[in-house]
C-alpha cells in the first residue's frame, strides 16, 4: 500500500476540517492511503503580532504575504520530506487539468502553498516551489479552496481510493474526450426517455454509442480537447 502525504500551509487552517473530515478523503485517511496535514502559517511568523503580510514595495492597493514564514514553514515540511514537491495555488501558475493530477498522484509527497490578500512576495516562487498551478482562470480570495480542488483531484486517482477504479479509465478528460451522457431509472420520465439502445442489451452497440456521444460532446463544448489529441 503506497500513502500520498499532502502538507497544507494557509492561514485559515479551520477552513479544511470538514472537506477532509468526511466522505472518500476521510475514508482514505483512515485506510492509511491519504496523510493529509495543515500547518498555520502564523505559526512560523518571528512577528510578535504573528502578522503575515505588509505593505507593497512600489505601491499599491492592500497587502503582501511576507516571505519569511513561507520559506519556515517549507523548511519545517522539508525536514520530514525532504522529497515533497512544493506547489504554489496562484492565479498566475499553470492551469491545473486531469493530466497533471495523475502526474501529481504518482509522487509521495506533495507540499500547497495557499495565499490571500494581493497574493504572496515573489521571492516564495522564486525560491522555494516547485510548480505555481491555477485551477482555472478567475480570481479566488484564497490558495484554500484551489488546494482543497488540487487534494480531492489528486486523491481519488490513487489505488485503493474508490470503490470502483474503474470509473477512473471512463471518466471525462480519459482519452481527451468529456464523458459520454449518463441515465439511470427510470426509464421514461414524464415522456423524458432514455435512449433506446441503452436497453437494447447489445453492447458492442452500446460501447458504440457511447464512444460517439463523448466525441460529439467534446466536439460541441470543448473542442481544445480533440485537438490536444492530435497533437499527442
Ligand atoms: N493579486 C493576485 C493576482 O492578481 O494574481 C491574486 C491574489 S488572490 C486574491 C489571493 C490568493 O488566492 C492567491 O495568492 C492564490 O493562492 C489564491 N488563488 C486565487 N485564485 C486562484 C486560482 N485561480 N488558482 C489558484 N489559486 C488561486
Request: charged letters at 30%; glycine letters at 8%.
Amino acid at each position: 500500500m503506497r500513502t500520498l502525504r499532502f502538507d497544507i500551509v494557509s492561514i485559515f487552517p479551520g477552513m479544511f476540517e470538514s472537506p477532509f473530515g468526511d466522505s472518500i478523503i476521510q475514508r482514505a485517511r483512515e485506510e492509511g492511503l491519504l496523510d493529509l496535514r495543515v500547518h498555520d502559517l502564523r505559526e512560523f511568523s518571528l512577528n510578535k503580532h504573528k502578522k503575515v503580510d505588509d505593505s507593497p514595495f512600489g505601491g499599491g492597493v492592500g497587502m503582501v504575504m511576507n516571505v519569511e514564514p513561507f520559506a519556515r514553514a517549507i523548511a519545517e515540511v522539508k525536514k520530514e520530506v525532504p522529497e515533497t514537491r512544493t506547489l504554489l495555488l496562484s492565479p498566475g501558475g499553470r492551469p491545473f487539468d486531469q493530466e497533471k493530477a495523475w502526474e501529481l498522484s504518482r509522487l509521495p509527497s506533495l507540499t500547497l502553498i495557499c495565499g490571500r490578500y494581493e497574493g504572496i512576495d515573489e521571492r516564495v516562487r522564486q525560491h522555494f516551489v516547485d510548480e505555481e498551478i491555477s485551477i482555472g482562470d478567475y480570481v479566488l480570495t484564497g490558495g484554500e479552496i484551489p488546494a482543497m480542488v488540487l487534494v480531492e483531484a489528486v486523491s481519488r486517482l490513487l489505488p485503493g481510493v474508490l470503490g470502483d477504479p474503474d470509473s477512473i479509465v471512463e471518466e471525462s478528460f480519459a482519452g481527451n474526450l468529456l464523458e459520454y451522457p449518463q441515465y439511470t431509472r427510470p426509464q421514461d420520465y414524464q415522456g423524458m426517455k432514455v435512449p433506446e439502445v441503452l436497453v437494447s442489451g447489445d453492447h458492442k452497440k452500446i460501447r458504440a454509442w457511447q464512444k460517439a456521444e463523448a466525441l460529439k460532446k467534446t466536439e460541441r463544448v470543448r473542442p481544445d480537447l480533440l485537438k490536444k489529441n492530435r497533437r499527442s
